[in-house]
């Protein structure tokens, strides 16, 4: 367990006064403020398409999500050999079973929607009932499997894509190792019926004999869920593009990726449960995950990710109002006739 070991109320503050680099966009309601963004304050910020657009266009010189999103069939061959991303040194096979579980096509291909909901992991989800309303968008992108069915009222429970680092089948399956944990895994991939499960297999060393696990379960069982494996290049190509915005990132999150990917499915992009801070807007108590117990030290240059770095952009480009960033409480449905503020193109 890693604790905490300095003040990170003074973390938010800081963070929270950083965020906002572009001149005169201080009017924009919620990001610098105590109360952060929330649907709740949306009040006069509007996405602005021709900053989207732009981006979108920028992130295409650097990688094709259609064809990043996953290798395909026809390019490999069982027996292959693969280096990790990350660790240009070791290499692994494409197995027979990952090789059979690859799309013959890209996985998105031919998929625009208005908008789209990217849903990240953190603690400010719990009793944000944002559930509605994350529901409510077209396309739903989730992370590491998180679980759904018991915080449906905060995190919804719609998945068209969603995530899978190797190392959450160690962490929340208990590795496969007995019947019960093949069957929650199974129960909890049959629940995403015929969506897409997007697994890092080649990003870093470790982890390989979990992947093959995972993927014999689905195919022993049957199961819908379509799977996918990102390209070797995309990782670098997500660095290349944010340094060109100076914000150096050696590994980009998971969900700084599904951004930087989704920018070319969804017209609106909306992100939920990234609040990378041990704190809430009123100093209360954030759990890393939603679901679990699990402690992290954001700021920790032993960490493979930088979150506040990345929260940061994140928030600039909400308040230049190239994506929404949602932090606070979701609104009733039903003082929004089931169609909530800014979901509506
Ligand atoms: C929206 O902007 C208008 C004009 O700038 C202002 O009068 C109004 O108070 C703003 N509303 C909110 C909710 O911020
Ligand atoms: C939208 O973004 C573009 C490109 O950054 C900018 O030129 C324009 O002023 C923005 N529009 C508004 C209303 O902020």
């Avoid at 989730?142 to 679980?147: D, G, H, M, Q, V």
């Avoid at 959450?168 to 019960?180: M, N, P």
């Avoid at 801070?277 to 939603?290: I, R």
Wanted: glycine content about 8%.
């Amino acid at each position: 367990m890693v604790m905490y070991v300095f003040a990170l109320l003074s973390l938010f503050r800081q963070a929270a006064v950083r965020i906002n680099p572009t001149p005169g966009s201080s009017s924009v309601t919620g990001v610098t403020g105590a109360e952060g963004p929330s649907s709740r304050q949306a009040g006069n910020w509007t996405f602005n398409h021709t900053l989207a657009n732009l981006i979108r266009k920028e992130i295409l010189h650097f990688l094709d999500p259609v064809r990043d999103m996953s290798i395909l069939r026809g390019a490999v061959s069982p027996g292959d050999t693969v280096h990790y991303v990350l660790d240009r040194h070791s290499s692994t096979h494409i197995s027979d079973t990952l090789y059979r579980l690859l799309p013959s096509n890209p996985p998105l291909r031919r998929q625009y929607h208005h908008s789209c909901a990217i849903v990240g992991n953190s603690g400010i989800l719990l009793n944000s009932r944002c559930g509605h309303q994350i529901d409510q968008h077209p396309f739903v992108i989730r992370c590491n499997l998180a679980p759904v069915e018991e915080f449906s009222v905060d995190v919804g429970s719609r998945t068209d894509l969603v995530t899978m680092n190797p190392s959450v089948v160690q962490r929340a399956f208990g590795d496969l190792l007995t019947d019960e944990w093949r069957q929650r895994f199974a129960h909890r991939l049959r629940a995403l019926g015929s969506s897409v499960l997007w697994v890092p297999a080649f990003m870093a060393k470790g982890g390989e004999e979990r992947v093959e696990w995972a993927l014999r379960l689905i195919q022993e069982q049957g199961l819908d869920v379509r799977t996918a494996v990102p390209s070797l290049r995309l990782l670098h190509a997500v660095r290349g593009y944010w340094l060109t915005k100076h914000v150096p990132i050696k590994r980009p999150s998971t969900g700084l990726l599904m951004y930087t990917l989704a920018t070319r499915f969804c017209s609106q992009l909306h992100l939920y449960g990234f609040w990378p801070f041990p704190l809430d807007s009123h100093g209360a108590p954030v759990k890393y995950h939603y679901y679990d117990q699990l402690t992290y030290h954001y700021t920790s240059s032993a960490g493979p990710h930088v979150m506040p770095l990345e929260y940061r952009t994140l928030s600039a480009l909400h308040s230049q109002g190239a994506l929404q960033l949602h932090t606070g409480p979701c609104e009733p449905a039903e003082t929004t006739g089931g169609r909530t503020e800014g979901l509506v193109v």
